[in-house]
T-cell receptor, first 113, second 114 residues
Framework: AQKVTQAQTEISVVEKEDVTLDCVYETRDTTYYLFWYKQPPSGELVFLIRRNSFDEQNEISGRYSWNFQKSTSSFNFTITASQVVDSAVYFCALQYNFNKFYFGSGTKLNVKP | SAVISQKPSRDICQRGTSLTIQCQVDSQVTMMFWYRQQPGQSLTLIATANQGSEATYESGFVIDKFPISRPNLTFSTLTVSNMSPEDSSIYLC???????????FGPGTRLTVT
């Protein structure tokens, strides 16, 4: 069975602080993809990153970085120097069986000025 | 990435009625999916919309309640039938161009059932 756990329900930080969103997944599949999506108050899901199970290289995109560790089944997301516009709900998701997605419960990030 | 639109963007409906939600993509896509996001909750896959054949439903979702059509490679509809307040959710359409490919999501339809 597939499972994605985002233990942090809600996080509040002050602008310019760094923040890490945790994601732990479970799957017996050897081939899978991991995703992060952002859902701002408008409701639309914004794709942030996709990582396949064979690529453990960390990735940095501007203020965003992702740390994928298969040994701990984690795919954590760090925002450096957070901004108010980063306030949103962030979902980690596992893609398995070619095109099925299992979403975590989401972490609501509040960035205060 | 594909541009996806959904209609309506939001609606308030009375219990016992039905609502059909449309999903339009600006390019032909292989796969289309429908998700439900209940208030404050995560996304749950309802079904895969198959072109030219019946949709494939996930456990807990049935065709009588959520009939789906997909007449071509750019369009799909989801109907929420005989609605109850428990159906109040955001319904999202997503599309993918290939197996293991990225999926993109539409803006969602916010449904409130009174």
């Amino acid at each position: 069975a597939q499972k994605v756990t985002q233990a942090q329900t809600e996080i509040s930080v002050v602008e310019k602080e760094d923040v890490t969103l945790d994601c732990v997944y479970e799957t017996r599949d050897t081939t899978y993809y991991l995703f992060w999506y952002k859902q701002p108050p408008s409701g639309e899901l914004v794709f942030l990153i996709r990582r396949n199970s064979f690529d453990e290289q960390n990735e940095i995109s501007g203020r965003y970085s992702w740390n994928f560790q298969k040994s701990t089944s984690s795919f954590n997301f760090t925002i450096t120097a957070s901004q108010v516009v980063d306030s949103a709900v962030y979902f980690c998701a596992l893609q398995y069986n070619f095109n099925k997605f299992y979403f975590g419960s989401g972490t609501k990030l509040n960035v205060k000025p | 990435s594909a541009v996806i639109s959904q209609k309506p963007s939001r609606d308030i409906c009375q219990r016992g009625t039905s609502l059909t939600i449309q999903c339009q993509v600006d390019s032909q896509v292989t796969m289309m999916f429908w998700y439900r996001q209940q208030p404050g909750q995560s996304l749950t896959l309802i079904a895969t919309a198959n072109q030219g054949s019946e949709a494939t439903y996930e456990s807990g979702f049935v065709i009588d309640k959520f009939p789906i059509s997909r007449p071509n490679l750019t369009f799909s509809t989801l109907t929420v039938s005989n609605m109850s307040p428990e159906d109040s959710s955001i319904y999202l359409c997503s599309v993918g161009s290939s197996l293991w490919g990225e999926q993109y999501f539409g803006p969602g339809t916010r449904l409130t059932v009174t």
